[in-house]
């Protein structure tokens, strides 16, 4: 039991490289035979992780071991859920074929890792409805996440070009130029947005990187604060106002950023890499704020 509570402590705070050392010491200790709750664990972790056909043979291999475990057949029905969706939708297209429903199923066909299949429905769809600015960019922001930047920056242009008001495509821009390194075309598609009249917490914080990436701390700061106003939980905006304070000598405000960082932070490996480090080598500054 006490091994179950830990393997569980650590996928909630999401920790699954832990997790599994865990469950691989365990299957090494009783000579490769692993326990019905480790295959859950490691089935809920493939899942996360959006390998689905994994993550259905262990849910599978656990409720042939213990049938009455509701836990295991809430997972495999969510699994079912998306491939009844995709079977649907197919059998919809050949009735209608509509924008919403080729959305659907490529939603449903990345939910269970078949994003090979998802790109040929985008490309389907498109070529059925070339002047739909929302496919453009739905297909724009796989592409984006596909690290797709070449096919990615084709399509959502190719979105704005169909609709100059299409913000979700012109700030998909802006964290691509962002992702390559184009600070100033970054800068201004995320200044054009703010004019626009967008108030979001993560183009606050992104504009304010990109000050930060020119050394313009004041600019920088301003606009994280703003972000920090809008989600004072973003532990994101909260490390890099630390990031900020630290480059302008202000230790004790950067240790305060990054300890409340830390609080709201939902992975903890980037804790423990990252901010762990950060504000331990702040502390020795910060004693000698606080000793003057």
């Not at 920090?228 to 990031?243: A, M, P, Q």
Request: hydrophobic share 40%; proline share 1%.
């Amino acid at each position: 039991m006490k091994k179950n509570w830990l393997l569980e402590y650590h996928f909630v705070r999401g920790d699954y490289a832990f997790c599994k050392k865990i469950i691989q010491d365990l299957s090494t200790k009783s000579n490769n035979r692993q326990d019905e709750y480790s295959i859950y664990v490691q089935a809920r972790i493939y899942y996360a992780e959006g390998k689905i056909l994994e993550s259905s043979q262990l849910f599978q291999l656990c409720y042939a071991k213990n049938p009455n475990n509701p836990g295991t057949l809430q997972e495999i029905a969510k699994y079912l859920e998306y491939a009844l969706a995709e079977e649907n939708c197919r059998e919809a297209i050949k009735i209608c074929k509509s924008k919403a429903i080729y959305k659907l199923l490529a939603a449903c066909l990345i939910r269970q890792s078949k994003t090979g299949e998802a790109i040929e429905v985008f490309r389907l769809s498109l070529r059925l409805f070339p002047k739909s600015s929302q496919l453009y960019t739905t297909f724009g922001k796989l592409c984006v996440d596909m690290n797709f930047d070449e096919d990615a920056m084709k399509t959502l242009s190719a979105a704005i070009k169909l609709d100059d008001n299409n913000t979700v495509a012109l700030n998909e821009i802006a964290v691509l130029h962002q992702r390559r390194d184009e600070i100033e075309d970054a800068l201004n598609r995320y200044i054009e947005l703010v004019c626009r009249g967008m108030e979001s917490a993560s183009i606050y914080n992104n504009l304010g990187l990109c000050y930060f990436y020119k050394d313009k701390f004041v600019m920088a700061l301003t606009c994280l604060l703003r972000a920090r106003d809008i989600d004072s939980t973003s532990s994101e905006t909260l490390f890099n106002l630390g990031l900020v304070f630290a480059a302008l000598h202000q230790y004790c405000s950067a240790f305060i950023h990054w300890r409340a960082a830390a609080v709201y932070a939902t992975t903890s490996s980037f804790v423990d890499q990252e901010l762990v480090a950060l504000i331990s080598a702040c502390l020795p500054f910060v004693n000698e704020e606080t000793d003057d």
